[in-house]
């Protein structure tokens, strides 16, 4: 079956980085896109980024742009989001999404993973 787990999460200051990873199994990994996702508390469900299945198609949310960076091992069945710069607006649980097609569409998801927390304050 499709596990998703993420881990790599924490307690980051303004201004530090965090690299989160998420491991996949139970499908052809270098098939299929993949996004990140948010959620922060009270707020609703955001798309973070998402890559395609070879890597060279990556999207960004506006409000990452410039600061986070998606990237994918496919030999080792791995998903990363190298986060810089972090703000305290980015204080989330973030969580790893799997594409039902290589289109790393924003909205399209058939599994995803329980999620891993990031909290950046000083």
């Known amino acids: 079956q499709v596990q998703l787990v993420e881990s790599g999460g924490g307690l980051a200051q303004p201004g530090g980085s965090l690299r989160l990873s998420c491991a996949a199994s139970?499908?052809?990994?270098?098939?299929?896109?993949m996004s990140w996702t948010r959620q922060a508390p009270g707020k609703g469900l955001e798309w973070v980024s998402g890559?395609?299945?070879?890597?060279?198609?990556?999207n960004y949310a506006d409000s990452v742009k410039g600061r986070f960076t998606i990237s994918r091992d496919n030999a080792k069945n791995i998903l990363y989001l190298q986060m810089n710069s972090l703000k305290p607006e980015d204080t989330a649980l973030y969580s790893c999404?799997?594409?039902?097609?290589?289109?790393?569409?924003?909205?399209?998801?058939?599994?995803w993973g329980q999620g891993t927390q990031v909290t950046v304050s000083s």
């Open positions: 890559i395609n299945g070879d890597g060279s198609d990556r």
């Open positions: 999404r799997k594409a039902p097609t290589d289109y790393p569409s924003q909205y399209e998801y058939d599994y």
């Open positions: 139970g499908f052809t990994f270098s098939r299929y896109a």
